[in-house]
């Protein structure tokens, strides 16, 4: 029982120690700004697709098909994926008027 009241002492501490100094600490924000995208713009798959180079996305093309891969390159009229899911082996371009929709995981 003993050693349960020294844990809680502690804590109470840690806490004290927070409130006291907290007031003139401060804890910068962890998440990092996303650069913006004008949505209405005719190209703005690409310049997503541009932003994401060296991560992974799923591409969902207008034909229904699904392609997740990491973005390699990007340029005026296609993408480069590498590393694609389930496909490993294989690289794949496409063409970004055929580009439905890009699926983006958000950061932790």
């Not at 209405?40 to 207008?62: A, F």
């Not at 340029?75 to 055929?98: P, S």
Request: hydrophobic residues 45%.
């Amino acid at each position: 029982m003993g050693h349960r009241h020294g844990r809680i002492g502690f804590s109470l501490v840690v806490v004290l120690w927070c409130v006291l100094v907290g007031g003139n600490v401060t804890v910068p924000f962890a998440q990092a700004e996303e650069p913006t995208v004008e949505l209405n713009g005719p190209d703005v798959l690409r310049q997503i697709l541009e932003q994401q180079v060296g991560k992974r996305v799923k591409v969902k093309l207008l034909s229904g098909q699904d392609l997740d891969g990491k973005v390699a390159k990007v340029g005026t009229q296609a993408v480069g994926l590498t590393e694609l899911l389930g496909m490993e082996f294989y690289d794949a371009t496409v063409r970004l008027d055929q580009v439905a929709a890009v699926i983006v995981r958000r950061g932790k």
